[in-house]
């Protein structure tokens, strides 16, 4: 495990619905290889803040490398509503290319 994994665990460990600092522990997963981890991360944040807007792409990502199409596309779909809800026009045009890049 690296030095940032452990970091982030231990601010965790203070604050366990912090969305921000899942979000982060989820990335540092991706990266050294852990899916599992990874996704548990990213789906307590939607469990925690459906509008944590972030998750959606990342999470659609994993799901998509993992070979989850459907589960992918969904994520993307949940997303685009979180992020048109929020007026994050940035974000909803991300996931709307990874949901076309998918569904096309």
Known sequence: M????EKLRTFLSATPNDC???HALAL????????????KHFEQNMATDATY?????HLGKLLERIGDQA???????KGMVQAKLAKDMHSY??????YEDLVD
């Open 93 to 98: 045009s991300e996931l709307q290319a990874a």
């Open 2 to 5: 690296n030095d940032r994994v």
């Open 20 to 22: 921000f600092l899942n």
């Open 53 to 57: 807007v972030a998750t959606y792409y």
């Open 28 to 39: 540092e997963y991706v990266k050294v290889g852990d899916e599992e981890k990874a996704r």
């Open 71 to 77: 589960g992918a596309i969904g994520i993307y779909e």
